[in-house]
């Protein structure tokens, strides 16, 4: 399909021949490009990469696509927010918002500085051509699989979707072939492990790593967040809480896992105490899938941080649907019925 719409101040692609074009005529006038790959549902946690995008590219790709193979059997993909207008809406402002900062600035070689260019949006007959994409373990078709970083952490709880993560985030370097790609450190390993695909199969793609974008009381910004409701709002704050309180050790001179994480999970479990000692029209229940202490590059759990490397501090919980709605509460996208699953994270750096 042809690009559609100059109604925007970018081209919306559904199919891979044009933007090849746009990419091809791009690279021959020496023009730069930056990719964010997304599935929609845009927050400022997006934005702020494609901000960073625009300060170090010419043109940004963004792509929209909800990635079916990511997703476990028994997962979100049927309920997961897809709000394409809204979308479109916000990166047309942010296009203002690049042309209003950069005015008449060109950078030292001459190019205007960067903005929007492309959006990806294709359907999954485009990225997936031959088998229907699958989320079975044993599935067939064209994957990539970067182990064992993919069976840790996250991985452990949902075998396919690094799987998922890695072919899908492929097919889009193989699109748009991108000088930069971005990624958010909200999502640490995912950031590890397509660290690892380039550097394991030559991409030419260099990946870059943009800060969490945090609500004021500091819970990381992601599209799930409207499914959580005012109450599972307010407790889901308590994985963030937490590792703030392993962050706090760490800094002051810790390296033992026992003394970084043991604040972390009193906290994680005191404040579930108290939830499950409330009534059920009050309280909000969840699990804690894991509060990790981690080699940066292996994600291999540490008993002790080597200070010269420092350490990736994670971590899951899953907020459990709400037990007992009071009438007009405000229990998120889907009632209160969807388990919501919160990750978090902190990177140690080392210490001088
Ligand atoms: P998603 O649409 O959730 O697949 O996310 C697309 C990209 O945005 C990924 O690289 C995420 O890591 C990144 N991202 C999501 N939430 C945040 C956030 N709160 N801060 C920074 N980046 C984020």
Known sequence: ??????????????????????????????????????????????????RQAAAENTDVFVS???????????????????????????LEKLND??????GNKTDPKGQAPGRITAILA?????????????????????????TPLARKLEGA?????FRGVA???????????????????????????????????????????????????????????VYLGTRRRAVGLVLYNALKEAEKAYESGAVKRADILGAANNLTQQVLSEQQAMQPSERA????????????????ELDVVDPSKG?????????????DTKPGEDCGLGDGKVPVRLIDNFIFKPRV
């Open 1 to 50: 399909m042809a690009p559609q719409s100059l109604r925007h101040s970018f081209e919306v692609f559904r199919d891979v021949a044009p933007l090849r074009n746009l990419r091809r005529q791009l690279l021959l006038t020496n023009r730069t490009v930056g990719l964010v790959p997304t599935m929609g549902a845009l927050h400022e946690g997006h934005l702020s990469l494609i």
């Open 167 to 225: 072919t899908v985030c492929m097919k889009l370097f193989n699109i748009a072939t991108p000088d930069r790609a971005y990624f958010g450190q909200k999502d640490v390993q995912q950031t590890v492990i397509i660290k690892r695909m380039a550097k394991d199969f030559h991409l030419g793609t260099d990946i870059r790593i943009g800060p969490t974008a945090r609500e004021s009381d500091g819970l990381a910004m992601s599209s799930r967040n």
């Open 285 to 300: 229940l969840y699990e804690v899938g894991y509060i990790s202490l981690a080699d940066p590059d292996t994600l291999d």
């Open 122 to 146: 294709p359907t999954s007959k485009v990225m997936y051509p031959t088998l229907p994409p699958s989320s079975e373990i044993d599935a067939d078709g064209s994957f990539v699989t970067i």
């Open 311 to 323: 350490a990736i501090l994670s971590g899951a919980i899953k907020v459990a649907p709400v037990e």
């Open 97 to 102: 918002e690049l042309s209003r900062l950069n």
């Open 157 to 161: 709880s949902r075998p396919v979707f």
């Open 64 to 90: 929209i696509y909800v990635n079916p193979t990511q997703f476990g059997v028994s997962e979100d993909l049927e309920s997961y927010p897809r709000t394409w207008d809204s979308d479109v809406e916000k």
